[in-house]
Each structure stands twice: as structure tokens, then as C-alpha cells.
């Protein structure tokens, strides 16, 4: 890039000429620049930079850096597009950002030269580009992002209660008024939910099972009390492992495929359409889930207590020696129905959480596919941590009744 | 061919306006369909078209105005009012949005079943006769994920046909068909307005279609009512967007030359 400094006398003439390289085009700009800014009192400080085109492209890197580097605020830089004949759209537009970049910094970035072909890479060229300012993205005040913040937390704690509130009256309400529960669909869903999520339920609640009895062998065998074992599982499982290692599997696996189907349909404006036929989505989608996962989490809860407890009693007879009757009589007087009904109480009202969650992160989604999948992973981060929670508040309540 | 004009109308839209946030999507538009009559909605792209009928249907809430369906005012009616008013009407949305997860004689017969409380046998019968009307009896039994866009927006018309509705709705009918079948789908919303003296509105771009179907038309244009009327009037319109629309004439690209000038320092 060849590049001079001019500086012009107040009738335009330039009188000095600093080049840094090789000559510049001799170009007397006097009869080329406005005469308004010819009659000007200060000297104005010009420099004309001539970029090039080589094998690679336009110099324009070097350019920027020169133009908004090495240049003083408050001076003109011209560039002279006389060497080239064409501009792409790209260079037309990295140009432009030169111009906006170069007012900010009290520098202004003019063109000449320009070919006929060369004008055209500016087309679309609008008024609002120019005025735009470097900085364009909208930030907000730390306050303002508080505030906004809240306010959708508001929001979303309204639509939840409204989806509450739609699914008492699709199921108290509407089926008195000749509106029933759609029992086909929710047996579709129950099928879903529960009778497929049977062999991942029984086979992770094995593992469990054998697990606690191999930890807890470990120290009750230093006490000769090895059949403990029995109690240990049996309620921990009741208790506690069952209904939460279901509500987890389910909220990964239904609820996720919940959040995703009804995302999609809302996405796919099939909930719209729904509407326009007069088929309430909360009678059609929401309620049947709803209801499936009620039925499926506690039957899956009683398997995976099953599962566990045999998990257990496999570890104990097989691997432990511990004599099988046994076993099974010490399971038998160590749990009590309190234990059962706890657990039970649990895997309800982890269901419900379930439920809620992602049939409200489902009917909520924005945005296209990156919202479906965006509320899918919060559908299954929030089922998991609503439920964990719930369970720690229930198993406090239930330590002190006792 | 001309099915007698009911006098009262079916469908008011009064004064309506409609905002997503700060925007205004709608500023007071006012519509007014009668019973055999097609009304086509016209304007270009991003105009409100869409959410108008999103309106009139019940989806969206104005932020005033009205909109009175057979005298009822389908924002205010209770639950089971707006249901019995959604019954009967019929829509098809843009993509057709179908219900993916099944075949498009579910998707036909799903209000019928539900609404028309028919067993499954005579529903499905029901179903592939309407999927018939639109040419789509050989793919009943395909799921939407299976069929092309064209058919898509057929199988949406053949379920909003479903229920012999009163009102039937149409967001962009024909366009992204082949000429064949758009021009059939034409010939089918005629005979319905003739043999059933259905409130029909449209959405369309279609200039053949507009021609053939449109008994009166409403143009927008920024959310504004820019020409209401019947289509001839419409047609003889000096409105600049209008004879634009009919013209087909491009909006300028906006290469604004004197802008272009003032970063040249040899401006011509």
C-alpha cells in the first residue's frame, strides 16, 4: 500500500506532501473537494491512502489499521479507489464500518475514485447504516437485568399457576359438564411412561438394591449382624431410593419426551390447531400426561422397591450366605406400612412435579428447534431438582412425625 | 354460479388492533364477511395478514377492538360458547400444521370422532371422503412427515373441511402449489361457497387466484386497512400499493445514490 500525507493551504492547494514509500499518484485535490471546505480558515489534514489488490484481496486489515491507528482525530483520510475496478459486497461493507468506526474516532474516511462497477458493491446502502454506532449491542444495567429477571420469573410463576389451575378444571371440573377425560390417550401415555420405562426402572433399582446390601455388608458383617442387611435395604428402598430413582429415570426419560413432543407441536403450530378445532389442549395434552404419569410413577415406585429388595436379597443369599428365609423374614418384620405409604406419598407428588414442569416447559417453548431442545434440557434439570427438593422437605416432615 | 348473498354479516371485525410488545401489528383494521361471499385478504409479506386471521379465530387477544362471529364476540363469550363457535369453523394454517404423529386420515377424522361424536369406522369414511375432495384419497394412510409441503396445505384444508363448517379460514391457500392444483383447489372453494353458501376469507398472494375466487377484497399495508371493497373497485384503484400489488411493480432497491455521494470526495 503506497500512502502521503497532504496537507492543503486555505485555497486548497496542497503545499507539503510526507510520503512514506514510494510515490503517491500525483493528484491535485484542490478541484475535487468541495469549495465550501477549500474557503476553510484551518489547514485540513488529508491523507490519502491508495489501497491495493493483490493475489490474496484487498489489503483491508492494513488499511483498517492504518486509517484508525495511525491517523489523528479531527483529519480527513481519502481513499483512492482509482486502481480498482471492482469491489465484492464484503469489501463494500468493511469499508462502510471503516467510515463508522473512523467518526467515532474524530476521523473521516472518504472515498474516491470509485468505478461505476465498484458503486455497485454499495447497493442497499441506507441512511440508518451510517448513524449506526460502533457499539451496537443492547446491554443492560446489572439493576435493569435484576429487574428483568424477576419480572419473568413473576411471569413464569403466573402460566405455572394458570397450567394448575387448567388442570383442576380438566380434571374436577370439565368431566361434569360433559367434557370426560380422555382415557384413551391417557392409556396411550401410561403405555409410554410406564409400561416401556419397566425394564430400565426394575434393572437400575436391582443395582441399587445389591449395591446398598454390598455397602452396608462392609460394616454391620464387624458386628455379626450381617442380616441388618435385610432392614437396611428394605427401608432405604421404601423410604427412599425407590421412588426417587424412579421420578429421576422418568423425568430423563418421559419427561424430556414430553417437553420435546408438545415443544414440537406448539413449534409446528399443531397446538394452534388444535384450538381452531375447538380441542383444548388442556384436555388433549395436558391432562392425559398428567394423569399417566400419576398412575405410572407409584406402579413403577412399587417395582422398583421390588427390584431393589431382591436386588438386595440376591447379595445377601448369594454372595453374603446369609440363609434366604431368613432374609426374607427380616425384610418382612423390618418394613412397615408407614415406610410403603411414605414412599408412595413421595412418588405421587414427584409425579405431579414431573408433570407440571413438562408439560409448562412444553406448551412454553420459543424459538423454533434451539427452544425445543433449550426447554428440554431445563424440562429435565428442573424435574430432578423440584424432586430432590421435595423429597429432602418430605423426609424432614416425616422424621419429626414420627 | 352465484349463491345468494346472505344480507347480515357473519363476520365483523371492528376496529381492531393488535400489538406483540411495543409493536403494532394491526392498527385498527375493520372487516365485514357475509355468508356466500369470499373475501380475500391481500398485502404483502409481514403485513398483519396472518395475525389478523390468528384474531378472528381466537388465537390471539386483540388489544381493543372486536371481533363478532355469527353477533357473538369470540373474545368475550365463555368457554363453552367459544367452543361451540370454533366448531364451526374451519381453518387451514400456512404449513398446514398437521398433526405429525398421525396419518392424515386421523388428522381428518380427529374432529369428526371428537366433535361429531362418530365411531372410528364412519369417521375414517367420513374422513377419506373430505381427503377426496382435495385429491388426496390415495394417501390416507401416509403420516405428514411422508407427503410433500403442496399436499400438506390440501390435507390441512381437507381437516378444516372436516365438520361442514360455516366459516371457513385460510392462511396463504395456494401459494408454493402447482398450477394444477391450485387451480383445482379454486374450483373446490367455489363450490363450497355455492353449494354450501360458506363465509369464506383468504390469505393469498396469487394474483390468478385472487381473480378467479374473490368476490370482495381487503388490503393491508403496515397494519392499516389500505383498501376494502369489491374486488373490481379494488382493482381500479389509484392507491400506489395497490396498483403496486396489481402491477407487480418492485419496490425500489433502496441503492440511495446521494447517500452514496456524500462519503465521495468526487461525487458526480
Not at chain 1, 482525530?73 to 461493507?93: C, H, K, M, N, Y
Not at chain 1, 467515532?104 to 446502502?125: C, N
Not at chain 2, 379494488?234 to 402491477?247: G, N, Y
Request: proline letters at 3%; charged letters at 20%.
Amino acid at each position: 500500500m503506497l500512502f502521503g500525507k497532504v496537507i492543503l493551504d486555505k485555497r486548497g492547494r496542497f503545499f507539503s506532501l510526507q510520503l512514506r514509500s514510494e510515490p503517491l499518484c500525483r493528484k491535485d485535490f484542490s478541484q475535487e473537494l468541495p469549495s465550501r471546505e477549500r474557503n476553510d480558515a484551518e489547514p485540513l489534514k488529508l491523507t490519502v491512502l491508495t489501497p491495493t489488490r493483490t493475489t490474496e484481496g484487498l489489503s483491508l486489515s492494513a488499511l483498517r489499521e492504518q486509517v484508525l491507528e495511525h491517523t489523528e482525530a479531527g483529519s480527513r483520510v481519502v481513499l483512492d479507489f482509482t486502481a480498482i475496478p471492482q469491489l465484492s459486497s464484503l469489501e463494500a461493507a468493511t469499508l462502510l464500518r471503516l467510515v463508522i468506526e473512523g467518526k467515532e474516532k474524530g476521523i473521516e474516511v472518504r472515498f474516491s475514485g470509485l468505478s461505476e462497477d465498484a458503486r455497485q458493491a454499495f447497493t442497499g446502502l441506507e441512511a440508518n447504516l451510517l448513524n449506526e454506532t460502533a457499539a451496537t449491542s443492547e446491554d443492560l444495567s446489572p439493576v435493569e437485568e435484576v429487574g428483568e429477571q424477576t419480572l419473568e420469573l413473576v411471569a413464569a410463576g403466573q402460566r405455572l399457576l394458570e397450567l394448575v389451575g387448567e388442570l383442576a378444571y380438566w380434571l374436577a371440573i370439565a368431566p361434569w359438564h360433559g367434557k370426560g377425560i380422555k382415557w384413551d390417550r391417557t392409556f396411550e401415555q401410561i403405555v409410554k411412561i410406564g409400561v416401556e420405562g419397566v425394564p430400565i426402572v426394575t434393572f437400575l433399582s436391582f443395582l441399587i438394591g445389591a449395591v446398598l446390601s454390598l455397602n452396608g455388608a462392609s460394616q454391620l458383617r464387624q458386628f455379626g449382624a450381617a442380616i441388618y442387611i435385610a432392614n437396611l435395604v428394605g427401608v432405604s428402598m421404601t423410604r427412599e431410593m425407590a421412588p426417587l430413582i424412579t421420578a429421576i429415570i422418568v423425568a430423563g426419560r418421559s419427561g424430556s419426551a414430553i417437553t420435546a413432543e408438545l415443544g414440537t407441536m406448539v413449534v409446528s403450530e399443531e397446538v394452534d390447531a388444535m384450538r381452531t378445532m375447538a380441542l383444548n389442549p388442556g384436555r388433549f395434552l395436558l391432562l392425559p400426561r398428567v394423569l399417566a404419569l400419576l398412575c405410572a410413577v407409584p406402579c413403577l415406585t412399587i417395582l422398583s422397591n421390588l427390584a431393589g429388595i431382591f436386588g438386595g436379597y440376591w447379595v445377601g443369599v448369594i454372595l453374603l450366605g446369609l440363609g434366604s428365609r431368613n432374609y426374607l423374614q427380616q425384610t418382612a418384620q423390618s418394613l412397615l406400612i408407614g415406610d410403603l405409604v411414605t414412599g408412595m406419598v413421595k412418588s405421587v407428588v414427584f409425579a405431579l412435579l414431573i408433570g407440571l414442569v413438562s408439560c409448562y416447559r412444553g406448551f412454553y417453548v420459543r424459538g423454533g428447534a434451539e427452544g425445543v431442545g433449550t426447554n428440554t434440557t431445563a424440562s429435565v434439570v428442573t424435574s430432578i431438582v423440584l424432586c430432590i427438593l421435595a423429597d429432602a422437605v418430605f423426609t424432614t416432615i416425616f422424621f419429626y412425625l414420627e | 354460479m352465484t349463491a345468494p348473498v346472505d344480507s347480515t354479516p357473519y363476520v365483523q371485525v371492528e376496529n381492531l388492533v393488535a400489538r406483540y410488545g411495543n409493536r403494532t401489528i394491526l392498527d385498527g383494521v375493520s372487516l365485514t364477511a357475509r355468508r356466500g361471499e369470499i373475501t380475500v385478504i391481500l398485502g404483502a409479506s409481514g403485513c398483519g395478514k396472518s395475525t389478523l386471521l390468528r384474531h378472528i379465530v381466537g388465537l390471539l387477544t386483540p388489544a381493543s377492538g372486536r371481533v363478532l362471529i355469527n353477533g357473538q364476540d369470540i373474545h368475550r363469550v365463555s368457554e363453552d360458547e367459544q367452543e361451540a363457535i370454533l366448531r364451526k369453523i374451519g381453518m387451514s394454517f400456512q404449513a398446514g400444521a398437521l398433526f405429525n404423529s398421525m396419518t392424515l386420515e386421523d388428522n381428518v377424522a380427529l374432529p369428526i370422532i371428537e366433535h361429531l361424536g362418530a365411531d372410528q369406522a364412519t369417521a375414517r369414511t367420513l374422513a377419506r371422503m373430505k381427503l377426496a375432495l382435495v385429491g388426496l384419497e390415495r394417501a390416507a394412510s401416509s403420516l405428514p412427515s411422508e407427503i410433500s409441503g403442496g399436499m400438506k396445505k390440501r390435507a390441512a384444508v381437507a381437516r378444516a373441511l372436516a365438520l361442514d363448517p360455516e366459516l371457513l379460514l385460510f392462511d396463504e391457500l395456494s401459494a408454493g402449489l402447482d398450477p394444477v392444483t391450485a387451480r383445482e383447489l379454486d374450483e373446490l372453494v367455489l363450490r363450497l361457497k355455492a353449494q354450501l353458501g360458506v363465509v369464506i376469507i383468504i390469505v393469498t398472494h396469487e394474483l390468478s387466484s385472487i381473480q378467479m375466487i374473490a368476490d370482495q377484497a381487503i388490503m393491508l399495508h403496515a397494519g392499516k386497512v389500505i383498501a376494502a371493497g369489491p374486488l373490481a373497485e379494488i382493482r381500479a384503484m389509484d392507491q400506489p400499493q395497490v396498483r403496486a400489488f396489481f402491477d407487480r411493480q418492485p419496490r425500489p432497491v433502496t441503492m440511495q445514490r446521494g447517500l452514496l455521494d456524500t462519503l465521495l470526495v468526487d461525487g458526480r
